[in-house]
């Protein structure tokens, strides 16, 4: 009862319990891990977001290879699965992104519901992706606008309102050098344009970049970096000695919005929020070649997403999950979501609140308008380490 305690929602604290995981009629016991509320806006939600950490009281324990699990309540989405169906689209892209399968949650024997447990970003998750963890790795959240400040390292190291960093260093923390952040930042907005893509290029992973962008665009991800200051991790790769953009946090996608903004028809080429200065994405997008670069991924992205496979394996995820979903009572206590909406969140195109419309629908709506939007292009061959 003490997590749940509205005195206690804005706190971290792991609390000891015993995981109990069961898959196909078998279950392991791993004693003695921490449990806590994690989230920012999702711990006010009545189904709340959970994460475990398999090695808090017991240093260098892992469960399957991992040492946390993210058990999200996905409450926004009334089909439970737009952050999955995302991360398998970026994952068969060659995207850096997290591992994410569904879970029923039972909290002391009593059913939470129905959970999609996310791989958390860590060093293990370094390891996996780039095969080093030894480099500077930045949780950014809101406003994390990549603006610059001065060249002193330590003015980057901004706090906001709840005492959590903007740009939130979560490795190395005893060190606490925020001196490639502060550089990259410099270089990136105080290059000249002409000059930029050589001299950021030394520093960072622009075509990476530019492909999770036309990722996040495809999938209308607007609580990103481009369009909300918001939701991204940096890396410093020591094998390459560039900054790698890492996306996060996806469940305001395939037709989810709270700005009255069709994603679905959004003109790609101008996507970004102008009511921000967000130099990364506005000023790589103002040099043609990167803007063709970015053209390009957004074609190939679109290929994968229009494809019968994708729609195929939306209704794989439906079908897997109809049961579950249908028990779960916690999805309607934030906005009375009900299992016709859990349905409907798949393929209807009647709005449900802030759902404008369905996965599927929403699908065929973007791939259509960002094949208008292209137009003819011509990339250059893109060459990448």
């Given at each position: 009862?003490?997590?749940?305690?509205s005195?206690?929602?804005?706190?971290?604290?792991?609390?000891?319990?015993?995981m109990?995981?069961?898959?196909?009629g078998?279950?392991?016991?791993?004693?003695?891990?921490?449990?806590?509320?994690?989230?920012?806006?999702?711990?006010?939600?009545?189904?709340?977001?959970?994460?475990?950490?398999?090695?808090?009281?017991?240093?260098?324990?892992?469960?399957?290879?991992?040492?946390?699990?993210?058990?999200?309540g996905?409450?926004?989405?009334?089909?439970?699965?737009?952050?999955?169906?995302?991360?398998?689209?970026?994952?068969?892209?060659?995207?850096?992104v997290?591992?994410?399968?569904?879970?029923?949650?039972y909290?002391?024997?009593?059913?939470?519901?129905?959970?999609?447990?996310?791989?958390?970003?860590n060093?293990d998750?370094?390891?996996?992706?780039?095969?080093?963890?030894?480099?500077?790795?930045?949780k950014?959240?809101?406003?994390?606008?990549?603006?610059?400040?001065?060249?002193?390292?330590?003015?980057?190291?901004?706090?906001?309102?709840?005492?959590?960093?903007?740009?939130?260093?979560?490795?190395?923390?005893t060190?606490?050098?925020?001196?490639?952040?502060?550089?990259?930042?410099?270089?990136?907005?105080?290059?000249?344009?002409?000059?930029?893509?050589?001299?950021?290029?030394?520093?960072?992973?622009?075509?990476?970049?530019?492909?999770?962008?036309?990722?996040e665009?495809?999938?209308?991800?607007?609580?990103?970096?481009?369009?909300?200051?918001?939701?991204?991790?940096?890396?410093?790769?020591?094998?390459?000695?560039?900054?790698?953009?890492?996306p996060?946090?996806?469940d305001?996608?395939l037709?989810?919005?709270?700005?009255?903004?069709?994603?679905?028809?959004?003109?790609?080429?101008?996507?970004?929020?102008?009511?921000?200065?967000?130099?990364?994405?506005?000023?790589?997008?103002?040099?043609?070649?990167?803007?063709?670069?970015?053209?390009?991924?957004?074609?190939?992205?679109?290929?994968?997403?229009?494809a019968?496979?994708?729609a195929?394996?939306?209704?794989?995820?439906?079908?897997?999950?109809?049961?579950?979903?249908?028990?779960?009572?916690f999805?309607?206590?934030?906005?009375?979501?009900?299992?016709?909406?859990?349905?409907?969140?798949?393929?209807?195109?009647?709005?449900?609140?802030?759902?404008?419309?369905?996965?599927k629908?929403?699908?065929?709506?973007?791939?259509?308008?960002?094949?208008?939007?292209?137009?003819?292009?011509?990339?250059?061959?893109?060459?990448?380490?």
């Open positions: 009862a003490l997590i749940l305690d005195a206690n929602l804005g706190s971290d604290h792991e609390y000891p319990a015993d109990i995981f069961t898959r196909n078998i279950s392991d016991t791993v004693a003695n891990v921490g449990f806590r509320l994690r989230g920012n806006t999702s711990r006010q939600a009545a189904k709340k977001s959970f994460k475990v950490s398999i090695n808090t009281f017991t240093s260098g324990r892992r469960y399957q290879g991992v040492k946390d699990l993210n058990l999200n996905e409450h926004n989405d009334p089909s439970i699965s737009r952050s999955r169906i995302c991360w398998e689209l970026g994952a068969a892209e060659g995207i850096p997290s591992r994410a399968g569904h879970t029923e949650l909290v002391n024997g009593d059913y939470k519901g129905l959970y999609i447990n996310i791989e958390h970003i060093n998750w370094l390891s996996l992706r780039f095969g080093n963890n030894t480099g500077n790795l930045y950014c959240t809101w406003p994390a606008n990549l603006n610059y400040i001065s060249n002193n390292p330590n003015d980057y190291k901004l706090i906001v309102g709840n005492g959590r960093r903007v740009y939130e260093l979560k490795t190395n923390e060190v606490d050098d925020y001196s490639g952040l502060a550089n990259f930042i410099d270089v990136l907005n105080n290059t000249p344009l002409a000059q930029l893509a050589c001299e950021l290029d030394a520093i960072f992973n622009i075509e990476g970049y530019l492909e999770a962008l036309a990722f665009v495809t999938t209308g991800h607007w609580d990103n970096y481009s369009f909300n200051n918001n939701n991204y991790y940096l890396y410093e790769n020591q094998a390459t000695g560039k900054i790698e953009y890492i996060y946090d996806i305001n996608s037709g989810v919005d709270w700005f009255n903004i069709d994603w679905a028809t959004r003109n790609v080429l101008n996507w970004g929020n102008q009511g921000y200065n967000l130099p990364l994405s506005e000023r790589l997008l103002a040099i043609p070649e990167l803007n063709e670069i970015y053209k390009f991924y957004l074609a190939e992205i679109t290929q994968r997403f229009a019968a496979a994708f195929n394996n939306v209704d794989s995820i439906y079908n897997q999950i109809k049961t579950y979903a249908e028990a779960d009572t999805k309607s206590l934030d906005y009375g979501f009900t299992n016709l909406d859990f349905k409907n969140s798949f393929d209807s195109t009647q709005a449900q609140l802030h759902v404008k419309k369905g996965i629908t929403y699908q065929a709506q973007r791939a259509v308008a960002t094949t208008n939007q292209l137009g003819t292009f011509n990339t250059a061959p893109i060459i990448r380490y």
